[in-house]
T-cell receptor
Framework: KQEVTQIPAALSVPEGENLVLNCSFT??????LQWFRQDPGKGLTSLLL?????REQTSGRLNASLDKSSGRSTLYIAASQPGDSATYLC???????????FGQGTTLQVKP | DAGVIQSPRHEVTEMGQEVTLRCKPI?????LFWYRQTMMRGLELLIY????????DSGMPEDRFSAKMPNASFSTLKIQPSEPRDSAVYFC??????????????FGPGTRLTVL
């Protein structure tokens, strides 16, 4: 059974810092991996999707990497801003059916 | 596009009552997902549909939960009878393609359910 873990559960950094969020999964036979952002009281917004054949994806200040063999993914946020404060969720796609298994998330606070 | 639409946004009901949550996916999307989010268990997939057909309902917790998708633009999640432990935020999501490579899922704003 696939299990997804995110560490740390919470993170607080000063504005301008570069930071890394971690995601690990137990079964390396994944179809893809997605990173989402969730603001308090809101739904999830997709940030990046990495197919199993890819090693990384970039969007603006965000860069996500994938290492299937070690069961790890990282989300790198460059030059963090207070507006980046949110919960970041990692989700693993197992099989080609669209089914996602989510981690518990990392709650990020960027202080001005 | 209006995105995924869910109603109601908030629902407060008493134990034993029937609850119906509604979802309108993004037009043209072929896959629809129902999730439940709680502090204890995080985000869990309950059921998903491809082309209006339920594919995997293994996440549905009990027979009290049922979901339907009568057409491509509407789905319901029903709880009957409701219990306090059903209190959670329920999300609906849709994606473009049915089967094949997983596509980006677009989430609705969620329905916050409180069962007293």
């Amino acid at each position: 059974k696939q299990e997804v873990t995110q560490i740390p559960a919470a993170l607080s950094v000063p504005e301008g810092e570069n930071l890394v969020l971690n995601c690990s999964f137990t079964d390396s036979a994944i179809y893809n991996l997605q990173w989402f952002r969730q603001d308090p009281g809101k739904g999830l917004t997709s940030l990046l999707l990495i197919q199993s054949s890819q090693r990384e994806q970039t969007s603006g200040r965000l860069n996500a990497s994938l290492d299937k063999s070690s069961g790890r993914s990282t989300l790198y946020i460059a030059a963090s801003q207070p507006g980046d404060s949110a919960t970041y969720l990692c989700a693993v796609g197992s099989g080609n059916t669209g089914k996602l298994i989510f981690g518990q998330g990392t709650t990020l606070q960027v202080k001005p | 596009d209006a995105g995924v639409i869910q109603s109601p946004r908030h629902e407060v009901t008493e134990m034993g009552q029937e609850v119906t949550l509604r979802c309108k996916p993004i037009s043209g999307h072929n896959s629809l997902f129902w999730y439940r989010q709680t502090m204890m268990r995080g985000l869990e997939l309950l059921i998903y549909f491809n082309n209006n057909v339920p594919i995997d309902d293994s996440g549905m917790p009990e027979d009290r939960f049922s979901a339907k998708m009568p057409n491509a633009s509407f789905s319901t999640l029903k709880i009957q009878p409701s219990e306090p432990r059903d209190s959670a935020v329920y999300f609906c999501a849709s994606s473009l393609r049915a089967g094949g490579p997983v596509d980006t899922q677009y989430f609705g704003p969620g329905t916050r359910l409180t069962v007293l």
